[in-house]
């Protein structure tokens, strides 16, 4: 059974920073899609970050420059590195993954909305204050 656990959110001012951590068990495929969303009261899901099992790594625009995933294959730990913290940046924060083996690519384009994502974290608050 996958889970995905999220930590590390917080209350900051602008300008801080925050490391989320998404510890994920039960998922050992070596190949899948992994990425980080955001939810702001009252609008919709979006994709924050995102990062396969190559590396390779697509993120909003609105956070290019200030925000990093990365992982820890190791231990299966993703996280995202988020600086420059800004109030417009208060959400839930989740982490996703694909189903069993499943890639970033699905042919015609990549994975970037929630519906291309199988298992979800419970969520971490952030919330940036100015």
């Known amino acids: 059974q996958v889970q995905l656990v999220e930590s590390g959110g917080g209350s900051v001012r602008t300008g801080g920073s925050l490391r989320l951590s998404c510890a994920a068990s039960?998922?050992?495929?070596?190949?899948?899609?992994m990425a980080w969303f955001r939810q702001a009261p009252g609008k919709e899901r979006e994709g924050v970050a995102r990062?396969?099992?190559?590396?390779?790594?697509r993120y909003a625009e609105s956070v290019k420059g200030r925000f990093t995933i990365s992982k820890d294959a190791a231990e299966n730990i993703f996280y995202l590195q988020m600086n420059a913290l800004e109030p417009e940046d208060t959400a839930m924060y989740y982490c996703?993954?694909?189903?069993?083996?499943?890639?970033?690519?699905?042919?015609?384009?990549?994975?970037?909305?929630?519906?291309?994502?199988?298992?979800w974290g419970q969520g971490t608050q952030v919330t940036v204050s100015s």
């Open positions: 990062i396969d099992a190559g590396d390779a790594t």
């Open positions: 996703a993954i694909t189903s069993a083996g499943l890639g970033c690519y699905l042919g015609s384009r990549y994975r970037w909305s929630p519906s291309d994502f199988r298992f």
């Open positions: 039960g998922y050992t495929y070596s190949r899948y899609c």
